[in-house]
């Protein structure tokens, strides 16, 4: 059972890197930086964006990456570079799997394996977390040690009050870590986690203080080192950076503002989905759960001090409030099923899974749409394969919405184990502000992935190639006519009931000669 729970948890997020492989522009610092050290292309020199992010994620992508990637090219599941993007995201799902593996393991010593079982569901059956632990955005990869730190502090015996004291240690020494070097808004959870050790007595006052400041020069001396000789300043933090940028200065705000309810009402709902309910309910019937709830529910009220606001900075504490629904979900299921009251339990309980299920469906299916980029940028390669000399200009939709420089599989430099097309002599352009007049007079182009078509072909030297479709809406077709022709309706079309309407995104288009 432990090794189908796990399996499940490594599965259900290696599938959502499967049928989503392309990525986006708050994914690229990262993912183009583990392409820097896999393939030694500086795209972040070029284009680095606002706050320089720290390489030691990225550097350790790359470390671990390698060795699968060649392995799997031996074995012929590697041969483009889009198959190394996808071995890269592999590899990081599967380090935050791991994670959510140890903390079901500590659920289970703790509370028992239904509850783990229960936990594990709750998890496949959410959205964001599954689709988003095997992105290369900055938070993805603090998640890893915060999940860490969470199974040291909870991995203990049913009526245990107290952490192992070693197990305390590391606990704060990884969040500690994980805020100096990956996300500084970590700070704001580690704060109510060591309250509530003090109060506890799970560790003294000193220990507490020595554990911080050791592991804190630690961590400075190892993310000032690395991240100012990978960008060429010195000295440099890029979190500390990150702080002084978007909270002294006040720039997040230029990202957009939300009122101080919204994590509470609007992301954490988005997050958790049918956790939320279930997550009070595992509060008010159990102690242990109260207690465990107390410091993100804490981290989140800090946080929402501040004005800009995103899902991902509190996605941290998903897999705690997920303990709590795991525990509130057995809670319903335990209820004896000899009486209504126990069915209809169980029933809430199961329905509740499969509304999550039916939710993460719609959800992964519009988001598989949601790359033109990427899709432009793949059959753009596929179109072209045989020609030599190509010049494409890629649009900046197209540069965010999924053309990485891990789909440039037509241009240097390539992985040792990775052999190189014999047309490898494309260029691949992304810079921005060019007019239409621009690209089509000033430049050496022969190719574009633009974002519209008209304003290129009405001039006679270009013509349209190809569209590619993305994402619009959904929209209902709800059967009309009265009961009785509602009854008529086949089942096939009560299958199409929600539809998914996708519209021309960007275009392929070519020089004429």
């Given at each position: 059972m432990s090794f189908a729970m796990d399996l499940l948890l490594l599965a259900t997020s290696w599938a959502h890197v499967l049928l989503a492989p392309y990525t986006k522009v708050e994914e690229s610092f990262n993912l183009h930086a583990t392409h820097d050290v896999l393939m030694y292309g500086f795209d972040h020199n070029t284009f680095s964006g606002a706050v320089p992010r720290t390489f030691i994620g990225s550097i350790l992508l790359a470390w671990l990456t390698s060795p699968v990637a060649y392995v799997a090219s031996q074995w012929g599941l590697l041969s483009t570079k889009l198959d190394l993007q996808i071995a890269v995201r592999l590899v990081l799902a599967t380090l935050n799997a791991t994670g959510l593996m140890l903390i079901r393991r500590a659920v289970c010593r703790r509370f028992g394996r239904p509850t783990g079982l229960m936990y594990v569901l709750l998890i496949c059956s959410q959205f964001h977390l599954p689709f988003w632990m095997g992105r290369t955005l900055p938070n993805m990869f603090a998640l890893f040690p915060v999940n860490l730190a969470f199974y040291a502090l909870y991995d203990r015996a049913p009526h245990s009050q107290y952490p192992a004291r070693r197990s305390a240690d590391v606990a704060f020494a990884l969040l500690t870590f994980t805020a100096v070097v990956f996300r500084s808004e970590v700070v704001l959870l580690l704060a109510p986690l060591a309250?509530?050790?003090?109060?506890l007595r799970h560790i003294s006052f000193m220990r507490l203080i020595r554990i911080g400041f050791f592991s804190g020069v630690l961590s400075i001396v190892l993310t000032v080192t690395i991240d100012s000789y990978m960008w060429n300043q010195w000295p440099l933090w890029p979190e500390m950076y990150g702080i002084y940028f978007n909270v002294y200065q006040g720039k997040s705000s230029d990202w957009g503002t939300s009122p101080v309810h919204a994590y509470f009402l609007s992301h954490l709902p988005k997050l958790l989905l049918g956790s939320l309910p279930l997550a009070i309910l595992g509060a008010i019937s159990d102690n242990r759960v109260r207690a465990l709830m107390y410091p993100p529910v804490l981290f989140i009220a800090l946080i929402s001090c501040l004005g800009h606001?995103?899902?991902?900075?509190?996605?941290?504490?998903?897999?705690?409030?997920?303990?709590?629904?795991?525990?509130?979900?057995?809670?319903?299921?335990?209820?004896?099923k000899g009486g209504l009251f126990g069915r209809m339990m169980f029933l809430a309980a199961m329905g509740i899974l499969a509304l999550n299920c039916a939710i993460t469906i719609v959800s992964t299916r519009a988001s598989m749409a949601n790359y033109p980029g990427g899709s432009a940028l793949v059959t753009f390669n596929d179109q072209y394969a045989d020609q030599h000399a190509v010049q494409v200009h890629i649009s900046n939709l197209a540069a965010q919405t999924g053309a990485s420089l891990f789909l440039q599989s037509h241009s240097p430099p390539y992985i040792p184990s990775m052999t190189a097309p014999a047309t490898n002599d494309w260029v691949y352009n992304k810079t921005e502000s060019l007019s239409p007049r621009d690209l089509t007079?000033?430049?050496?182009?022969t190719h574009l992935i633009a974002e519209s078509s008209v304003e290129f072909t009405g001039t006679g030297r270009w013509k349209l190639v190809d569209s590619v479709q993305g994402f619009s809406r959904w929209k209902w077709n709800i059967p009309r006519g009265g009961i009785a022709k509602v009854l008529e309706v086949p089942l096939h079309q009560w299958l199409s009931v929600l539809e998914m309407e996708t519209n021309d995104q960007l275009y392929i288009l070519e020089r004429v000669k």
């Open positions: 309250i509530q050790a003090l109060l606001k995103e899902w991902r900075f509190i996605i941290y504490v998903v897999p705690l409030f997920n303990i709590a629904a795991a525990r509130g979900a057995w809670w319903m299921v335990s209820r004896r007079t000033s430049t050496p182009f």
